[in-house]
């Protein structure tokens, strides 16, 4: 039985905001049901340990958010939870104290990404002062995420790229040093005892309206590691494919273990093992371009 290092569930597709580096999802808004975020985990159970409540939408704004971190730990779950933090200061009771959550990752970048009119400074001080408070009483890891560098890193510098927001990290935590020194897309910077700050470079969405198809060859995670399911109980190959275009079956219809090992799923492991990309959508994936074909 193969087993997923990650395994995605789209608590909601809604958002609170609009990013201009994220697509909109053409699906309509829903927040899973707690009896089917029941069954799905009990249909998961045997394929990980480790779930992250992320695709499309906001998991902050999910009303019962409380109750599904509390179900994920009776059932031994570990939850990672990906935001664009914009709530944290109106739910943050509802997650410091949860022993089943693991990680939050924090996408500051989603605020530049905004024409909101909100005070860029009280954003981050409501980021910064939960992630203090949860560190305090527990051992949830926190990442700061910023996901919006140029490969050319000479640009981000000239461009002062994230400078406000850098600056306002080192302050709080006292750093001795200026991040930009040790920038290192893709590897995290340890900050304090269990907080961390990730960069890395800007990439495109998967898109089937792209021109040209990108090179046939190619290795990903996705099925491999991972795995999604979408709100309505789609499952597809990884958290990029928020349309649900990579369709493998839907969970409510078909048992999990018949969807990752059905036809459709298994050409998919074949030919990332061969390093050859047998769906279209993968192959317009910018994403792919950072991992290892050698592997």
């Not at 087993?3 to 899973?32: H, V, W």
């Not at 009990?42 to 939408?57: R, S, T």
């Not at 340890?190 to 990108?214: A, T």
């Not at 061969?274 to 371009?289: A, D, I, P, T, W």
Request: proline share 3%.
């Amino acid at each position: 039985m193969m087993k997923f290092k990650k395994i995605y569930i789209e608590i909601t597709n809604a958002c609170n905001l609009s990013c201009d580096f994220c697509p909109q999802t053409k699906r309509k808004s829903e927040f899973i049901d707690f009896n089917k975020f029941s069954y799905i985990l009990d249909e998961i159970k045997p394929y990980g340990e480790y779930i992250y409540f992320h695709v499309k939408g906001e998991p902050l704004l999910h009303r019962d958010i409380d109750k599904l971190l509390d179900l994920s730990y009776e059932k031994g779950f570990k939850v990672n939870i990906t935001t664009n933090g914009t709530l944290i200061k109106n739910v943050q009771d509802r997650l410091i104290g949860k022993p089943g959550l693991r990680q939050i990752n924090f996408s500051l970048h989603s605020f530049d990404g905004n024409q909101t009119g909100e005070n860029k400074y009280e954003y981050i001080d409501n980021i910064i002062s939960f992630a203090k408070n949860i560190r305090k009483s527990s051992d949830t890891l926190i990442s700061f995420r910023l996901w919006n560098l140029d490969e050319d890193n000479s640009t981000n510098i000239k461009k002062k790229r994230n400078r406000e927001i850098l600056e306002i990290i080192e302050r709080e935590f006292n750093l001795p040093y200026k991040i930009e020194e040790k920038i290192n897309p893709g590897r995290g910077i340890k900050i304090s005892e269990g907080i961390f700050l990730n960069q890395d470079y800007e990439f495109q969405w998967p898109d089937l309206k792209v021109d040209e198809d990108r090179s046939g060859t190619g290795f990903c995670y996705g099925l491999k590691n991972q795995i999604a399911i979408l709100v309505d109980g789609t499952v597809v190959p990884c958290c990029l494919d928020g349309e649900g275009v990579i369709n493998l079956g839907n969970i409510y219809k078909d048992s999990f273990s018949e969807i990752v090992e059905g036809e459709r799923a298994r050409n998919i492991i074949k030919g990332f093992s061969r390093r050859e990309v047998v769906e279209e959508l993968c192959r317009k994936c910018g994403y792919r371009k950072r991992f290892n074909t050698n592997k």
